[in-house]
DNA sequence: GAAGCTTTATAAAACGTTATATTTGATTAT
DNA sequence: ATAATCAAATATAACGTTTTATAAAGCTTC
């Protein structure tokens, strides 16, 4: 196990101070007016021996880590990964490492994971938050770092965030139900205060209500498991026996939905219009194919870290809150077809 | 922005050393023998004044970053965000956190993500490797970096790993087709010599041969993209119009050949019965559903965390390779029913 | 009453950088 | 002639820990 060189051995080499190495590294060698043969020479030294600093040390020193915190409610969902991954090949194009963690939309394991983040010492923070660390996120920002949110975001926080517009796309699935015909439709939630699954929410009540249709609201919690979604859908969707449209607000609702459709034996559309929150390939492939509410996935990553990158690079921290409202598409297929007249 | 305070900020406030604390910290208090109320006394003010000892300069001091680097082929493929989902949480519950990134089974990118894993110096890696960085992953262990692979490993490194019996899962994967009364069976795969690849071809080719049948193989690459996928399926299928059976050798060419199937306009399992490799959502939900060879996730997550905290906590670096195999199981569904006599 | 142990605690060096202040020798201005 | 400027490089302290070696004080023991 070959111990790896420092600044001081290559110093030692080249005869010369190890400041002087750091300067030419840090491209100041102009500004302290390093000769250009010896910047040729170390240089050249610094190839010949492979030498690389310690980032550890560097970090120390600087305070910068050159990592990313991203919290999200769980990577193995598609959604987030999606956005991982595409925000994982943004910062590293950009020198950034990425730190992952899932928060479980667990406010308890989102303070743990903030705080043990800070003791990484993070240089800035992406994250989907719980309800519920506003104070925590506000700290990070009193402390420098820059902090922005994507998915839902916390009003009582200076953080930046990118969101999507959640009511304006649940008002034009629901409508897109009600031009075809729909009438009874229903609107299958998690029982969350988090502002993109109210904003879901008003979308589909504000449809129904220019409409003056019934409301058919199912909240289930976060906590439960796939198998007891499937059991309150189902139950729920015997419950409402008139039902002939249901709005899904997130993917894995949509999902466990069809699961549960397909064991009361239902036909989409015919007894059931479906149309889900957030695509998945599931969506694309499933017969029929079904209606979803796209979320713009690259753009959302591409102003996130820009946004952030931007923050990390200014130089006083004075601008004021920065956010964005992206639109999702609307993509139409056979589960939200028309009914036969 | 208040600085966070340190060691030596504590030692002032309870006149004492640095050193007296930093034992008390790591344990060492009784070996040491520091006085047990000066150990109340210490804890009582950590707690009172919340200090945090900084982490980077324990590691640069100690040489330990307490990070696993997790390199996968695409965070964003639902296999390997599963295994990441579970190892962060094996991880975390020891104290570790992870950083990972996405290959895309570059070797090139995997070289440089190397190097930045090491730059950073991360305690441990796993790993799902492209072939082509054994002497890279050579070099990790001979410095004393552990190192575990997945899904496929390196013949050529002293590496520790955990796979699956590919072998053995196409063998029964194919012999079930035939037990159903399919006879053209073709294996659409990926052009890669990787471990994995190679196992489920060969499984393939035994199940065949066993019974005297025609071998239909199709090697895609790996750089083509949905589309392009699509289409090779697409024509490969017209050009073999014999066909009735396909397996798939992963779970996204399962979904693009779904697609091409789709397109074709064919029946499943009428005119073409469907096993894929890897279980997914879709595959569930898919009508008919999909016949998929499941990989035990928890299982492989936790073997691979296991092995590289035994490494990690090990003493002397010389015991020697370990590795497991571990078993799909076939989940048998509509998608591969027998033909009607 | 000196030598040797215990007990309890500490000083100082080290990890590998970077930033600030300083040195040295040469050149220019007064 | 001397003060002032400049070019080129460096010494030193600092970042916040951990670890090794050492100290101080009290107690035995002969």
Known sequence: MKRKLSIVDLAKQLNISPTTISFILNGKAQEKRISSELVERVLKQIEKVGYKPNTLAQSLRTGKTMIIGLIVENIADPFFASIARL??????????????????????????????????????????????????????????????????????????????????????????????????????????????????????????????LNHYVKKISFYEDDENIIKHIASFLEMNSDLDAILFGTNYLGISGLKAIKQLDKKVPEDLAVISFDDHILFELHSPDITAISQPIEEISEKLITILLGRLNEVSKTEKKQSDTLVPELIVRESSRKIKA
């Open 87 to 212: 925000i994982e090949e943004k910062a590293y194009k950009n020198g950034y490492k990425i730190i992952y963690c899932s928060t479980d939309n667990d406010s308890a394991k989102a303070k743990d994971l903030l705080r043990m983040f800070q003791d990484r010492h993070v240089d800035g923070y992406i994250i989907s938050p719980p309800e519920g660390i506003e104070k925590e996120v506000n700290n990070l920002i009193d402390n420098g770092s820059p902090v922005v949110l994507f998915d839902r975001y916390l009003p009582d926080t200076k953080a930046d965030y990118i969101v999507v517009d959640n009511v304006g796309s649940t008002y034009d699935a629901v409508s897109h139900f009600i031009k075809n015909g729909y009438k009874n439709i229903a609107f299958i939630t998690l029982d969350s205060l988090q502002t993109q699954m109210q904003g879901r929410l008003k979308g589909y009540e504000n449809a129904l209500n220019e409409h003056h």
